[in-house]
Nanobody, 124 residues
Framework: DVQLQASGGGLVQTGGSLRLSCSAS????????IGWFRQAPGKEREGVSC???????YYADSVKGRFTVARDNARNTVYLQMNGLMPEDTGVYYC??????????????????WGQGTQVTVSS
């Protein structure tokens, strides 16, 4: 069974950093893209970043230059390093699996499997 588990969230002050992890199992890790999404209260889920199985990356404009996505294929884990955090980054962060191959989609509807989410709160 496909499983994704996101972790690493927490409470930080503006300007702080967090590193999220997405541990994956149940599929050939290097064949597919993993995306990071977030959802703030009362808002739609939005794409933050994604990385393909061959290392191509995508970032939303709002996080470019602050967030870095990387994958460790030996550990079946994708990381999201978040620096320069701002209150508007607050939300529940999810990782998700896109089984359409080495493509990068920011649309959450393109992802078939989702982790349980981890809360990120940035205080002002």
């Amino acid at each position: 069974d496909v499983q994704l588990q996101a972790s690493g969230g927490g409470l930080v002050q503006t300007g702080g950093s967090l590193r999220l992890s997405c541990s994956a199992s149940g599929f050939t890790f290097t064949d597919y893209s993993i995306g990071w999404f977030r959802q703030a209260p009362g808002k739609e889920r939005e794409g933050v970043s994604c990385v393909s199985g061959i290392g191509d990356t995508y970032y939303a404009d709002s996080v470019k230059g602050r967030f870095t996505v990387a994958r460790d294929n030996a550990r079946n884990t994708v990381y999201l390093q978040m620096n320069g955090l701002m209150p508007e980054d607050t939300g529940v962060y999810y990782c998700a699996l896109d089984m359409s191959g080495h493509v990068l989609h920011s649309n959450p509807d393109r992802y078939e499997f989702w982790g349980q989410g981890t809360q990120v709160t940035v205080s002002s």
